[in-house]
């Protein structure tokens, strides 16, 4: 259910940017440590601004319970994580836990 940079989530958090909430794009730990709570803490209650894996900058917010079930993925990032484009965070899309072989 999580937006964290967990395994199942291919190691990335996955996030959304104001005011369109358009897409989760998928955030590097390097943008928030998610083993610092203050970090982790000041990310959710005043988003981030960073690069995400499409190389796309804004600022970043913590996605809701809907969004992490059912919002579009980023195509680009995607295709960067070498995962197929779905529905919600990479952990809640059943569809996205095999990476593509992308050695053809
Ligand atoms: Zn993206």
């Given at each position: 259910m999580?937006?964290?940079p967990i395994a199942e989530n291919f190691g990335?958090?996955?996030v959304y940017a104001a005011p369109e909430y358009s897409?989760?794009?998928?955030?590097?730990?390097?943008?928030?440590?998610?083993?610092?709570?203050?970090?982790?803490e000041a990310f959710r209650s005043e988003g981030i601004t960073a690069a995400a894996v499409c190389?796309?900058?804004d600022t970043w917010w913590w996605p809701g319970i809907i969004s992490r079930l059912?919002?579009?993925?980023?195509?680009?990032?995607?295709?960067r994580l070498g995962?197929?484009?779905?529905k919600g965070a990479?952990?809640?899309d059943d569809t996205s836990h095999t990476r593509k072989d992308t050695t053809a």
């Open positions: 999580t937006a964290r990335h958090w996955w897409e989760l794009h998928a955030m590097p730990t390097t943008a928030v440590d998610p083993d610092n709570p203050d970090t982790v190389e796309t900058t059912y919002r579009d993925r980023c195509t680009a990032c995607c295709d995962i197929p484009p779905g990479p952990v809640n």
